[in-house]
Protein backbone atom coordinates (compact mmCIF):
# COMPACT_ATOMS: atom_id res chain seq x y z
CA UNK A 1 0.00 0.00 0.00
CA UNK A 2 3.23 2.17 0.69
CA UNK A 3 4.19 2.19 -2.78
CA UNK A 4 0.61 2.62 -4.32
CA UNK A 5 0.17 6.08 -2.38
CA UNK A 6 3.63 7.11 -3.00
CA UNK A 7 3.15 6.35 -6.91
CA UNK A 8 -0.62 8.04 -6.75
CA UNK A 9 0.46 10.90 -4.94
CA UNK A 10 4.04 11.45 -7.74
CA UNK A 11 1.82 11.43 -10.59
CA UNK A 12 -0.78 13.88 -9.19
CA UNK A 13 2.03 15.77 -8.38
CA UNK A 14 3.51 15.79 -11.61
CA UNK A 15 0.29 17.30 -13.08
CA UNK A 16 0.26 20.67 -10.51
CA UNK A 17 2.30 23.33 -10.11
CA UNK A 18 1.25 24.04 -6.75
CA UNK A 19 0.68 21.54 -3.73
CA UNK A 20 -1.96 22.66 -1.32
CA UNK A 21 -2.21 22.30 2.48
CA UNK A 22 -5.99 22.06 2.41
CA UNK A 23 -8.19 19.19 0.67
CA UNK A 24 -11.76 19.05 0.31
CA UNK A 25 -14.08 16.52 -0.03
CA UNK A 26 -17.63 17.26 -1.80
CA UNK A 27 -20.47 14.36 -1.12
CA UNK A 28 -24.29 13.98 -3.09
CA UNK A 29 -25.25 17.13 -4.48
CA UNK A 30 -22.86 19.49 -3.04
CA UNK A 31 -20.42 20.38 -5.71
CA UNK A 32 -21.48 23.98 -6.28
CA UNK A 33 -17.98 25.02 -4.55
CA UNK A 34 -16.01 23.99 -7.06
CA UNK A 35 -17.45 26.79 -9.53
CA UNK A 36 -15.75 29.07 -6.83
CA UNK A 37 -12.26 27.77 -7.08
CA UNK A 38 -10.32 29.75 -9.69
CA UNK A 39 -7.10 28.41 -11.91
CA UNK A 40 -8.41 25.36 -12.29
CA UNK A 41 -6.38 21.87 -12.88
CA UNK A 42 -8.39 18.96 -13.18
CA UNK A 43 -7.11 15.59 -13.06
CA UNK A 44 -10.43 12.52 -14.28
CA UNK A 45 -10.13 9.47 -11.79
CA UNK A 46 -9.44 7.56 -14.39
CA UNK A 47 -6.51 8.54 -15.12
CA UNK A 48 -5.05 8.46 -12.29
CA UNK A 49 -3.13 5.26 -10.69
CA UNK A 50 -4.52 2.92 -8.26
CA UNK A 51 -7.18 5.52 -7.80
CA UNK A 52 -11.09 3.61 -7.59
CA UNK A 53 -13.30 5.26 -9.84
CA UNK A 54 -16.79 6.59 -8.20
CA UNK A 55 -20.11 4.36 -9.43
CA UNK A 56 -22.67 6.96 -7.69
CA UNK A 57 -24.96 9.55 -9.67
CA UNK A 58 -24.06 12.71 -8.66
CA UNK A 59 -20.38 12.53 -7.99
CA UNK A 60 -18.14 13.59 -10.76
CA UNK A 61 -14.75 11.54 -10.49
CA UNK A 62 -11.93 14.08 -10.58
CA UNK A 63 -9.38 16.20 -8.48
CA UNK A 64 -9.53 19.29 -8.75
CA UNK A 65 -6.39 22.26 -8.40
CA UNK A 66 -7.01 26.02 -7.81
CA UNK A 67 -7.99 28.64 -5.91
CA UNK A 68 -10.71 29.30 -3.43
CA UNK A 69 -10.44 32.93 -2.77
CA UNK A 70 -6.56 33.32 -2.28
CA UNK A 71 -6.24 30.00 -0.96
CA UNK A 72 -4.52 27.23 -2.66
CA UNK A 73 -7.30 23.73 -2.48
CA UNK A 74 -7.51 20.62 -3.58
CA UNK A 75 -11.05 18.91 -4.03
CA UNK A 76 -12.43 15.54 -4.24
CA UNK A 77 -15.41 16.43 -6.53
CA UNK A 78 -17.07 12.61 -5.87
CA UNK A 79 -16.36 10.06 -3.08
CA UNK A 80 -16.19 6.53 -2.92
CA UNK A 81 -18.27 4.36 -0.91
CA UNK A 82 -18.19 1.41 1.03
CA UNK A 83 -21.50 -0.11 -0.39
CA UNK A 84 -20.38 0.40 -3.53
CA UNK A 85 -18.21 -2.58 -2.99
CA UNK A 86 -14.66 -1.15 -2.47
CA UNK A 87 -13.06 -2.15 0.53
CA UNK A 88 -12.51 0.38 3.62
CA UNK A 89 -8.38 0.54 2.33
CA UNK A 90 -9.77 1.46 -1.03
CA UNK A 91 -12.35 3.99 0.11
CA UNK A 92 -9.61 6.06 2.03
CA UNK A 93 -7.08 5.31 -0.38
CA UNK A 94 -7.38 9.12 -1.35
CA UNK A 95 -7.27 10.49 2.15
CA UNK A 96 -3.52 8.48 2.39
CA UNK A 97 -2.63 10.31 -1.05
CA UNK A 98 -3.64 13.62 0.51
CA UNK A 99 -1.04 13.15 3.29
CA UNK A 100 1.65 12.14 1.16
CA UNK A 101 0.69 15.20 -0.87
CA UNK A 102 1.17 17.64 2.60
CA UNK A 103 -2.37 17.91 3.37
CA UNK A 104 -2.57 19.32 6.79
CA UNK A 105 -6.58 20.24 6.53
CA UNK A 106 -9.69 18.30 5.51
CA UNK A 107 -12.93 19.72 5.27
CA UNK A 108 -15.62 17.25 4.04
CA UNK A 109 -19.24 17.55 3.18
CA UNK A 110 -22.59 15.11 2.86
CA UNK A 111 -25.85 14.87 2.68
CA UNK A 112 -27.71 12.64 5.80
CA UNK A 113 -30.78 11.78 7.20
CA UNK A 114 -31.77 13.56 10.34
CA UNK A 115 -32.95 11.97 13.65
CA UNK A 116 -32.70 14.77 15.80
CA UNK A 117 -36.81 16.43 16.28
CA UNK A 118 -35.30 20.68 16.03
CA UNK A 119 -33.91 19.64 12.94
CA UNK A 120 -35.33 20.56 9.28
CA UNK A 121 -34.78 19.48 5.50
CA UNK A 122 -32.36 21.78 4.34
CA UNK A 123 -30.53 22.45 7.68
CA UNK A 124 -26.72 22.28 8.15
CA UNK A 125 -25.39 20.01 10.71
CA UNK A 126 -21.88 20.78 11.62
CA UNK A 127 -20.74 17.52 12.71
CA UNK A 128 -18.96 17.47 16.82
CA UNK A 129 -18.91 13.96 16.71
CA UNK A 130 -19.47 10.70 15.11
CA UNK A 131 -20.56 6.44 15.92
CA UNK A 132 -19.38 4.44 13.75
CA UNK A 133 -21.11 1.80 12.83
CA UNK A 134 -19.73 0.26 9.70
CA UNK A 135 -18.45 -3.33 9.28
CA UNK A 136 -14.93 -2.59 8.37
CA UNK A 137 -12.94 -0.34 9.98
CA UNK A 138 -11.01 1.69 8.12
CA UNK A 139 -7.59 0.69 10.27
CA UNK A 140 -8.20 -3.15 10.30
CA UNK A 141 -4.66 -4.99 9.68
CA UNK A 142 -1.28 -4.15 9.66
CA UNK A 143 -0.15 -0.92 10.67
CA UNK A 144 2.16 0.85 9.08
CA UNK A 145 4.17 3.57 11.17
CA UNK A 146 4.63 6.14 8.76
CA UNK A 147 1.20 6.71 8.42
CA UNK A 148 0.29 6.95 12.03
CA UNK A 149 0.02 5.26 15.27
CA UNK A 150 -1.71 1.67 16.27
CA UNK A 151 -4.07 3.52 18.29
CA UNK A 152 -4.86 6.48 17.40
CA UNK A 153 -6.99 9.26 19.50
CA UNK A 154 -10.22 9.79 18.56
CA UNK A 155 -11.10 12.29 21.30
CA UNK A 156 -11.31 15.20 19.28
CA UNK A 157 -11.80 13.36 15.41
CA UNK A 158 -13.25 16.99 14.39
CA UNK A 159 -11.43 20.37 15.00
CA UNK A 160 -12.56 22.38 18.36
CA UNK A 161 -10.96 25.33 16.47
CA UNK A 162 -12.60 25.21 12.75
CA UNK A 163 -15.71 24.17 14.29
CA UNK A 164 -16.28 27.25 16.70
CA UNK A 165 -14.73 29.47 13.77
CA UNK A 166 -17.43 27.97 11.44
CA UNK A 167 -19.63 28.40 14.09
CA UNK A 168 -18.86 32.48 13.99
CA UNK A 169 -18.86 33.07 10.30
CA UNK A 170 -22.50 31.62 10.47
CA UNK A 171 -24.12 33.88 13.26
CA UNK A 172 -22.37 36.71 11.66
CA UNK A 173 -23.81 36.37 8.28
CA UNK A 174 -27.40 35.15 10.28
CA UNK A 175 -27.08 31.39 8.49
CA UNK A 176 -28.83 29.32 10.85
CA UNK A 177 -26.72 25.91 11.50
CA UNK A 178 -26.85 23.05 13.73
CA UNK A 179 -24.33 20.87 15.88
CA UNK A 180 -24.71 17.40 16.27
CA UNK A 181 -23.17 13.31 15.93
CA UNK A 182 -23.18 11.99 12.50
CA UNK A 183 -23.57 8.17 12.26
CA UNK A 184 -21.77 6.10 9.84
CA UNK A 185 -23.69 3.29 8.02
CA UNK A 186 -22.62 0.91 5.52
CA UNK A 187 -25.57 1.34 3.39
CA UNK A 188 -27.17 1.29 0.79
CA UNK A 189 -30.45 1.42 1.91
CA UNK A 190 -31.99 4.17 3.48
CA UNK A 191 -32.74 3.77 7.18
CA UNK A 192 -36.45 1.95 8.55
CA UNK A 193 -38.43 3.57 11.34
CA UNK A 194 -37.14 1.42 13.74
CA UNK A 195 -33.10 2.14 12.66
CA UNK A 196 -33.94 5.58 13.26
CA UNK A 197 -35.20 5.28 16.62
CA UNK A 198 -32.31 3.21 17.08
CA UNK A 199 -29.83 5.49 15.86
CA UNK A 200 -31.32 8.28 17.62
CA UNK A 201 -31.41 6.61 21.37
CA UNK A 202 -27.55 5.84 20.86
CA UNK A 203 -26.91 9.60 20.31
CA UNK A 204 -27.12 10.23 16.58
CA UNK A 205 -28.60 12.72 15.05
CA UNK A 206 -28.48 12.19 11.55
CA UNK A 207 -27.04 9.03 9.78
CA UNK A 208 -25.41 8.73 6.39
CA UNK A 209 -23.00 6.08 4.49
CA UNK A 210 -19.61 8.21 4.52
CA UNK A 211 -17.42 10.12 5.75
CA UNK A 212 -16.63 8.53 9.04
CA UNK A 213 -14.12 6.08 7.45
CA UNK A 214 -12.27 9.17 5.41
CA UNK A 215 -12.28 11.15 8.96
CA UNK A 216 -10.86 8.36 11.00
CA UNK A 217 -7.85 7.83 8.59
CA UNK A 218 -7.36 11.55 8.67
CA UNK A 219 -6.75 11.61 12.02
CA UNK A 220 -4.70 8.76 11.74
CA UNK A 221 -2.72 10.99 9.77
CA UNK A 222 -2.61 13.90 11.72
CA UNK A 223 -4.55 15.49 9.08
CA UNK A 224 -6.97 18.72 11.11
CA UNK A 225 -10.57 17.47 9.88
CA UNK A 226 -13.88 19.73 9.10
CA UNK A 227 -16.92 18.19 8.36
CA UNK A 228 -21.08 19.46 7.89
CA UNK A 229 -24.05 17.23 6.81
CA UNK A 230 -26.99 18.79 4.68
CA UNK A 231 -30.21 17.34 6.39
CA UNK A 232 -31.61 15.94 3.06
CA UNK A 233 -34.57 13.88 4.61
CA UNK A 234 -35.90 13.01 8.14
CA UNK A 235 -36.31 10.23 9.97
CA UNK A 236 -37.97 12.02 13.25
CA UNK A 237 -40.21 9.62 15.26
CA UNK A 238 -43.83 10.40 13.63
CA UNK A 239 -42.82 11.85 10.61
CA UNK A 240 -40.79 9.38 8.84
CA UNK A 241 -40.76 10.49 5.40
CA UNK A 242 -40.17 8.14 2.25
CA UNK A 243 -36.78 9.20 0.47
CA UNK A 244 -35.21 8.73 -2.90
CA UNK A 245 -31.65 9.48 -4.10
CA UNK A 246 -33.19 12.34 -6.34
CA UNK A 247 -34.96 13.53 -3.43
CA UNK A 248 -31.46 13.74 -1.51
CA UNK A 249 -30.14 15.37 -4.43
CA UNK A 250 -32.87 17.81 -4.61
CA UNK A 251 -32.45 18.99 -0.95
CA UNK A 252 -28.93 19.24 -0.75
CA UNK A 253 -28.45 21.17 -3.68
CA UNK A 254 -31.29 23.65 -2.03
CA UNK A 255 -28.66 23.80 1.17
CA UNK A 256 -25.65 24.34 -1.09
CA UNK A 257 -25.69 27.88 -1.44
CA UNK A 258 -25.64 28.40 2.47
CA UNK A 259 -23.25 25.81 3.11
CA UNK A 260 -20.93 27.24 0.18
CA UNK A 261 -20.71 30.14 1.36
CA UNK A 262 -19.38 28.69 5.44
CA UNK A 263 -17.06 26.71 4.03
CA UNK A 264 -15.35 29.09 1.63
CA UNK A 265 -15.01 31.77 4.60
CA UNK A 266 -13.80 29.30 6.61
CA UNK A 267 -11.22 27.78 4.26
CA UNK A 268 -10.08 31.44 3.70
CA UNK A 269 -9.77 32.52 7.27
CA UNK A 270 -8.11 29.82 9.12
Given at each position: MIEQ????AAYIASKVQVLPKTAIILGTGLGELVNHITDKTEI??????HFPVSTVEGHQGKLIFGKLGKKDVMAMQGRFHYYEGYDM????????????????????????GGMNPDFAIGDIMIIRDHINLFPEHPLHGRNHNELGVRFPDMSE??????????????????????????????GP??????????????????????TVPEVIVARHAGIEVFAVSVITDLGVEGIVEKCSHEEVQKAAAAAQPKMTFIMKELVEQF
Open positions: IKETPYTEIPKQVTFPVRVMKELGIEHLFVSNAAAYSHRLIAKALEIAEKNHIKVQQGVYVGTQTFETPAEYRYFRIIGGDAVGMS
